[in-house]
């Protein structure tokens, strides 16, 4: 499985920009997905993820309510939705397959994409 993320960019503050995420090579319909990101000096961090049925789960409080996680089957695509951006939203995003749960996020990532930097300005 090959993800190719895109979307990133620079943007001020209380900006949106979309993020996507293009998947090939495998079965994309039967994947669970996710979105992490990572700070810079920090850890990574699960932000959200997304069922084969469009279940969705989100990762820090921080971006409950911000982000939107979906998907389009037909275009083997998971898209991270990203409103009211903040400075500390700043990091790369990588999205993430969990080829191994039945469709359902475990936990696990099988596959990851190369990132995408988000770049926040206050």
């Known amino acids: 499985v090959q993800l190719q993320a895109s979307g990133g960019g620079s943007v001020q503050g209380g900006g949106s920009l979309r993020l996507s995420c293009a998947a090939s090579?495998?079965?994309?319909?039967?994947?669970?997905m996710a979105w992490f990101r990572q700070a810079p000096e920090k850890e990574r961090e699960f932000v959200a993820a997304i069922s084969w049925r469009g279940a969705t789960v989100y990762g820090a409080e921080s971006v409950k309510g911000r982000f939107t996680i979906s998907r389009d089957n037909a275009k083997n695509t998971v898209y991270l939705q990203m409103t009211s951006l903040k400075p500390e939203d700043t990091a790369v995003y990588y999205c993430?397959?969990?080829?191994?749960?039945?469709?359902?996020?475990?936990?696990?990532?099988?596959?990851w994409g190369k990132g995408t930097l988000v770049t926040v300005s206050s």
């Open positions: 090579g495998g079965a994309f319909s039967r994947y669970a």
């Open positions: 993430a397959a969990n080829t191994r749960g039945n469709g359902y996020y475990t936990g696990a990532v099988d596959y």
